[in-house]
């Protein structure tokens, strides 16, 4: 590795250790701002997500940058007692309040937390049907890199389904939803969640980072998916990429 690799390398752990400290800032109040910042939008476009993935009833999925588990415990709920959701996520704080959720709507026999980083993910090549994100690969210090590892771990013909904030179509809309979503909402999300790092200000700076809708398809078929397909949601608030594994990868 040379000297321009090595300091590519340091920011990106300096970025990683950044995001996983702001996350852990707001961990005990993460799940009451997306209920109030979405107005309760967050969990039908979770349940579309996991609806829209082809999810067989005994698949096993592995949703990474799992969070508090919600997107997890939406697959979860379209598996019968042979599926299986592992929920892996690399903040300690997020998974410790995710794990009293899991139990108690009864749902720890089919999901199990683990504490791992998306870029290095602590399973076998091909150990699942398929693998998710929500609101989370745009946090991966290294997009591309976290695709890779999403499709390394499924199986020939497995999916990656990417739930993600996105920029809406309509230029009316469009006007009105980036005043509320650079102005107002980091304003309540300082107030109440009262981090010092000011997480709800970097969602929307790192949402217009973001490749658009094309470019994030384009990335994926890069990182050798095939048959990449999109859907948007709630006026283009959010959209959700689907692409295949191929089956002789
Ligand atoms: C906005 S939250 C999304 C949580 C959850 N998926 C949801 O739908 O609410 C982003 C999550 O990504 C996690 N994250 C970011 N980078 C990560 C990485 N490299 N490895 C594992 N988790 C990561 C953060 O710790 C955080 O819990």
Redesign the pocket.
């Known amino acids: 590795m040379n000297s321009s690799e090595n300091r590519q390398k340091e920011l990106l752990t300096k970025r990683?250790e950044s995001?996983?400290s702001m996350?852990?800032s707001i961990?005990g109040v993460?799940?009451f701002l997306?209920a109030l910042l979405s107005l309760n939008f967050?969990k039908s476009w979770?349940k579309y997500a996991a609806k829209v993935s082809g999810i067989k009833p005994d698949a096993k999925v592995l949703?990474?940058?799992?969070?508090?588990?919600?997107?997890a415990i939406s697959y979860s709920k379209l598996l019968n007692g042979n599926g299986l959701v592992v929920g892996?996520?690399?903040?300690h704080d997020?998974l410790k309040y995710g794990l009293p959720k899991i139990k108690k709507r009864r749902l720890d026999n089919k999901i199990k937390l683990v504490e791992?980083?998306?870029?290095r993910l602590p399973f076998r090549d091909n150990s699942f049907e398929i693998s998710t994100?929500?609101?989370?690969i745009?946090?991966?210090?290294d997009l591309e890199e976290?695709i890779k590892e999403m499709i390394r771990v499924i199986g020939p013909n497995g999916k990656v389904v990417i739930?993600e904030f996105s920029q809406p179509t309509n230029f009316l809309f469009k006007k009105i939803y980036f005043f509320y979503f650079t102005r107002i909402l980091p304003m309540i999300g300082r107030l109440i969640s009262k981090s010092e790092v000011d997480a709800y200000s970097y969602l929307p700076q790192s949402v217009l980072a973001f490749p658009d809708r094309l470019n994030l398809k384009k990335k994926m078929e890069l990182c050798g998916l095939e048959d990449v397909m999109f859907f948007t949601r709630t006026l283009g608030i959010v959209t959700i990429h689907i692409g295949k594994k191929p089956a002789n990868p």
């Not at 949703?63 to 997107?71: A, I, N, P, W």
């Open positions: 990683a995001i996983k996350f852990g961990a993460y799940d997306n967050d979770r949703d990474v940058c799992t969070g508090t588990g919600d997107q892996s996520d690399y903040c997020m791992a980083d998306t870029l994100v929500a609101f989370g745009r946090n991966v210090a976290g739930l």
